[in-house]
């Protein structure tokens, strides 16, 4: 605390201008900041206020001085020194109730700090890939399908010939599927599944089947010799190409969102007739062409169509009265679209930094 | 195209013009063609195909000419398997000259990926490509004793074909031989000693058709796949070897002149009969869900050369309800009426299909297995523990041998045709790829993990195998952490009955420790899973781990409750401490105590073992603490008095257990 005598003569000589004095409002904001930094105890706050605030202090020392100036610059100036005040007012307040309070409780015990973080439990997560199917099953269950599973260990009946895929056929090679026995192999697809439920069970049949698929593709970011997929199954009296339409669109707007647009593409499979291929309006670059989706805009998701009637002549359904539609999707695939993964082996890895990210 | 089957993968600018990439199904071998993605094109915009030109002259055998001759007299061809070739045809064309083909031609080939050679060579590659059909050229001169024979390949013969692979033939492959010896594997690849060369002045063009799993096997045995032999496999139209026969004379007259010799031999067994399809209209909107009248129909299959038989009233039924058609040759995928309905949607257009969802309304049902999955995992998830996903493919080492589920026929199942030997073998147990997944994550600073897997593991079985869903799990936590996650589990799935706690031993003291490690039973004797310290393995700190069959919690899982009415009256707990011999187990000391068989006890939990000062060497204290309720009334404390002494006095009798003097 300085000289106060000293200022206010000071005052009295030396401010008869107007310029003198702002010059001077603003050197006693510049001092009171470097002071308030040495306050480290209510006393000292107490000081502050009576230096600035006080009846005899630098505030209402300035006021005085108000009549002397020249009348058309009063206004102005009172107004600067009223500002001032209400600044160091509030500043003061702050102080007395900072070191106030914790002079009365640091008398008492320690502070309790509720800003320290809490200890948080380990929680985990599922796999990225059981939620895509939990998600998929969940919109599926809402249209009535019931989920089965099938083995993966197949026979050459289930996973070929019970799907019209002929013993010349090229995916039965050794290329395509990975082999156990003459005729024992592991699954490459999930089709296998409604061979065997239309087998045990006769129509209406509403089904999806998860699980897990082989075949022998060298792992790279976008192969993988084991992967997931999602079969769908739905036969009865008088369904149609178009139900099979609806049904997905209903699957694509849930799952990927209600602005997303649906294509069909004809194409070909064995076990279905008419085949079809089923792309999504890229999500990425809303259809305007991106690396993702080759810049055609659209993103192929999985493959469906009618069931096939020799496939219904395997299980002995009468393929006049009753049609149906199958659909198949990669987990996968589906799943590195949605969150923009881009590469296959990140699920297999299991790095936690990883999965903890979903 | 693409919205009618044949995906556009690329289009690339070339000079002036563009070459297209089309991806073609295999049922369409017909597009493996210009004419054919013409053809396609043509039905989807309505329009007509312009076909090549393929008039040319031949000499006149009439004239003098030492040129006008009867091919037939130039070289004689036998089919000695009909079923295998049931097409074969013959032209030769004279006194040509070998150079390099037309500019145009080597860019159009070039732009597909095919090397120009010669003009002869290049034309055969140029007609294939245009019209889907395979074609070779011979060297005439070159043919020994002037004779084509198309005979099965005998014992001890071989060729070497034009692209200098030797291969060994056997009796099953089919070869185009001459009086001597096999010139080529039948629609795979010519030989070498009798291919088009510079010298070459006449040669004999082959056109022909060979069955299709022929060629494949040949060229599977063989190891020889060539643009031929694709096509030979998907099946070429049984009508298109006149045409492209004729186009490649047609262009090989103009690009190398010579004179083409009269006519053509041409064997075939049996005729070619076109196929015949009904199509019901009613089932036609039926399967597609649409309500589209015959015109609309019978016009897309005119576009696509269906011939429609029933224009006019047959006079039988109403003719607006069917369309009989006659299938073009080229399209051997159709023969049925619902590849007929294929064939109208896909030139209707697939997106002009209604999205309808007229399905009926049903409830689906949540299997208990589902149930009980979902339970299991959402109770590890709440523990901490992050759902993981392994390979079901492992290796061979020893870790993965071991035979951790008890297994009858204790065979591994091994892959015929793996990629690596690192996967080779369906697992046997999961918890090798835990660990895994655990060292990885060690690798990139996270040490502590509490990780899980719910997948299969596969035991051999008497044709397919044994498919056993495990639930598996590795954590830094000690073993009684884990086992109580696993006691809360079998709680949580409101499983009550008494699981067993046997000491491990045997081959799995290879992954568990065996004193830490324990086999859990049922009371019924099932064999749950093993639970334990993992051994020493690449982790600094050995981790906790458990297996359990997943299929056997799911059976024994109760997922129904009832309401009980808690007790109104309060309980009375008493702890006790007794001193006992090391040798006791817990299991054992509970056995004891509900054997005393008092009223009342409703819980018997164990708090605390302690070995030390005041404790005799060889022996330990366990404390424990005894709940008292009875369900109509308070009770007294000399009753419990009673009951307590009547249990310390069975445990002091059977295991001299001494109360423990505070």
């Known amino acids: 605390m300085s000289n106060h005598e000293g200022t206010c003569l000071h005052f009295l000589y030396a401010f008869l201008d107007t310029h003198r004095m702002l010059e001077k409002l603003e050197e006693v904001k510049r001092n009171i900041q470097s002071e308030i930094n040495s306050i480290t105890a209510l006393k000292d706050a107490e000081q502050l206020k009576i230096k600035y605030l006080g009846r005899k202090g630098i505030i209402h020392d300035f006021m005085k001085l108000i009549p002397s ?106 290329f395509d599927t990975f082999y156990i026995k003459n005729d024992i192999l592991l699954r490459s697809q999930t089709s296998t599944v409604q061979i065997r439920v239309m087998e045990k069970q006769k129509p209406p049949i509403r089904i999806i089947a998860p699980g897990r698929v082989y075949r022998p593709d060298t792992v790279d970011a976008r192969h993988s010799f084991m992967f997931h997929q999602v079969e769908g199954l739905l036969v ?26 649906m294509r069909f593409r004809p194409s070909f499979f064995p076990f279905t007739e008419p085949s079809a291929e089923v792309d999504i ?78 | 195209m693409t919205n009618a089957g044949l995906v556009v993968a690329d289009i690339q600018p070339v000079e002036d013009d563009f070459c297209i990439d089309v991806e073609v199904t295999s049922n369409r071998p017909d597009c493996l063609g210009v004419i054919g993605i013409a053809r396609e094109v043509a039905a989807v915009v309505g329009a007509s195909v312009q076909f090549p030109e393929t008039n040319y002259i031949s000499a006149d055998p009439r004239s003098e000419s030492r040129t006008g001759i009867e091919v037939s007299k130039l070289i004689s061809v036998a089919v000695d398997e009909p079923i295998l070739c049931p097409h074969y045809t013959a032209r030769v064309v004279r006194h040509i000259t070998v150079k390099p083909s037309p500019e145009w031609m080597q ?95 006449n040669i004999l063009l082959e056109c022909a058709q060979f069955e299709p799993r022929q060629v494949r096997r040949t060229s599977k045995a063989t190891g020889i796949a060539s643009d031929s032999s694709y096509r030979f496999e998907r099946g070429v139209d049984p009508e298109g070897v006149e045409l492209a026969s004729k186009r490649a004379v047609k262009l090989i007259k103009d690009f190398a002149e010579g004179e083409v010799a009269h006519g053509v031999i041409d064997i075939r067994s049996g005729k070619y009969e076109k196929k015949r399809i009904t199509l019901r209209i009613e089932r036609l909107n039926k399967v ?21 038989l029933n224009e006019v009233e047959t006079g039988l039924k109403p003719v607006s ?69 392994t390979y079901s493919i492992v290796d061979t080492s020893p870790l993965q041998s071991l035979n951790l589920w008890p297994d009858p026929n204790k065979g591994s199942i091994d892959i015929k045709n793996p990629l690596r030997q690192e996967e080779s073998r369906l697992r046997t147990h999961l918890l090798p790829s835990l660990l895994n997944a655990k060292t990885h994550n060690m690798h990139y600073g996270i040490n502590q993990v509490k990780i899980f897997e719910i997948a299969k593991v596969y035991l051999a079985g008497e044709n397919l ?198």
């Open chain 1, 236 to 261: 009865d009296e008088g369904v149609s190409f178009a139900d099979l339409r609806g049904v997905l669109n209903q699957f694509i707007k849930t799952y990927f969102g209600q602005d997303v647009q």
């Open chain 2, 107 to 201: 860019k159009r080939l070039k732009c597909i990926g095919l090397r120009p050679v010669n003009n002869i060579v290049d034309i055969t590659n140029y007609v294939m490509m245009e019209t889907g059909q395979p074609l070779h050229a011979f060297d005439l001169d070159k043919l020994s004793d002037q004779k084509i024979i198309v005979r099965s390949a005998k014992s001890g013969e071989e060729i070497v074909t034009i692209n200098g692979a030797r291969r060994a033939l056997f009796h099953d492959m089919l070869v185009i031989a001459d009086g001597k010896r096999p010139v080529a594997i039948a629609g795979i690849m010519g030989g070498r000693e009798t291919e088009v060369s510079e010298s070459t002045r």
């Open chain 1, 69 to 174: 100036l020249p009348a058309e610059q009063r206004a102005a100036i009172g107004q600067r020194i009223n500002s001032l005040k209400t600044e160091v007012t509030n500043i003061v307040e702050e102080l007395l109730k900072k070191f106030s309070v914790e002079a009365i409780s640091k008398a008492k015990h320690e502070i309790f700090d509720i800003t320290l973080p809490g200890k948080r439990p380990l929680v985990g997560k599922k796999h990225l890939i059981t939620q895509t199917i939990d998600d998929i099953k969940e919109v599926f269950a809402r249209l009535g399908f019931d989920v089965v599973y099938g083995p993966e260990v197949e026979s050459e009946y289930y996973n070929f010939e019970a799907l019209n895929i002929p013993a010349d056929h090229p995916s039965r090679t050794d």
């Open chain 2, 321 to 389: 309800t069917f369309i009989d058609v006659e299938v073009p040759s080229y399209r051997g995928d159709v023969y049925r009426e619902i590849d007929l309905i294929e064939e109208i949607a896909r030139i209707y257009g697939y997106n002009n299909i209604p999205t309808k969802t007229s399905i009926s309304v049903r409830g689906s049902v949540k299997s208990k297995y589902e149930i009980v999955e979902d339970s299991v995992r959402q109770f590890l998830i709440g523990m901490g523990f992050y759902e993981v996903k």
């Open chain 2, 465 to 662: 195998p044994q498919e056993r869903t495990c639930i598996s799990a590795v954590a830094d936590i000690d073993f009684y952490d884990l086992k109580g996650i696993v006691e809360a589990m079998l709680s949580y799935l409101g499983i009550t009955r008494e699981c067993e706690w046997q000491v491990c031993g045997g081959e799995v003291s290879k992954l568990f420790q065996q004193e830490k490690s324990a086999k859990i039973y049922f009371d019924d004797g099932k064999f749950l899973g093993l639970l334990g310290k993992a051994m020493d393995l690449e982790c600094k700190i050995s981790p906790c781990m458990m297996e359990l069959n997943m299929d056997l919690l799911a059976e024994k899982s109760d997922l129904t409750r009832k309401f009980q009415a808690p007790s109104q009256y309060p309980p009375v707990f008493r702890d006790l401490a007794i001193i006992v011999n090391e040798a006791y187990t817990w299991s054992e000391i509970l056995r004891w105590i509900k054997s005393a068989n008092v009223n009342y006890l409703k819980e018997i939990n164990f708090f605390d073992v302690y070995r030390g000062k005041q404790i005799p060497s060889g022996k330990k204290s366990i404390a424990f603490n005894l709940c008292f309720q009875a369900p109509d009334r308070t009770l007294r404390n000399d009753e419990v008095d009673v009951a307590q002494q009547a249990i310390l006095d069975t445990l002091h009798k059977i295991i001299g257990a001494e109360l423990r003097k505070q």
């Open chain 1, 281 to 358: 309006s890229c999500s990425l670059c809303k259809g305007k062409g991106c690396s993702v989706c080759s810049y055609s805009g659209w993103v192929e998701i999985l493959g469906a169509g009618m069931v096939d009637p020799n496939v219904f002549k395997a299980v002995h359904y009468d393929a006049e009265k009753y049609t149906g539609f199958a659909f198949g999707m990669g987990v996968e695939r589906i799943t590195m679209l949605k969150y923009g993964i881009n590469d296959i082996r990140l699920f297999y890895e299991n790095d936690i930094r990883f999965l903890s990210q979903f």
């Open chain 2, 288 to 308: 597609l869900g649409l309500e589209i009248k015959r015109t609309i129909a019978s016009d897309i299959l005119k576009r696509l050369q269906f011939n429609i």
